[in-house]
Nanobody, 120 residues
Framework: QVHLAESGGGLVEAGGSLRLDCAASGAIRRVNDMHWYRQAPGKERELVASISTGGTTTYADSVKGRFTISRDNAKLTVHLQMNSMKSEDTAVYYC??????????????WGQGTQVTVSS
């Protein structure tokens, strides 16, 4: 079994910062691209940021210059540093990763989500 576990969500004032962490565990052979998604109430889930195993990053236009995604390949973790936060960043944030399991299956795994609320 493979699990992704997020942590670090919470309540922050507009203009403040928050860091999300996500750790992969289980029968893992390799973790490929890792992502952060978010879903606000009444809206579809959107891709916030992605990072490859080599460290190449991409961001949604709405978070460029404010959010930074990073990863630790040895620890199988991915992080999202969120600065200059806005009320529109309020959402449930999910980490996702493409993982090659020990039995050679390739699958996209998701965490359970963590709530981020930005008060204005």
């Amino acid at each position: 079994q493979v699990h992704l576990a997020e942590s670090g969500g919470g309540l922050v004032e507009a203009g403040g910062s928050l860091r999300l962490d996500c750790a992969a565990s289980g029968a893992i052979r390799r973790v490929n691209d890792m992502h952060w998604y978010r879903q606000a109430p009444g809206k579809e889930r959107e891709l916030v940021a992605s990072i490859s195993t080599g460290g190449t990053t991409t961001y949604a236009d709405s978070v460029k210059g404010r959010f930074t995604i990073s990863r630790d390949n040895a620890k199988l973790t991915v992080h999202l540093q969120m600065n200059s936060m806005k009320s529109e960043d309020t959402a449930v944030y999910y980490c996702s990763a493409e993982i090659r399991t020990e039995d050679w299956r390739l699958w996209d795994y998701w965490g359970q989500g963590t709530q981020v609320t930005v008060s204005s």
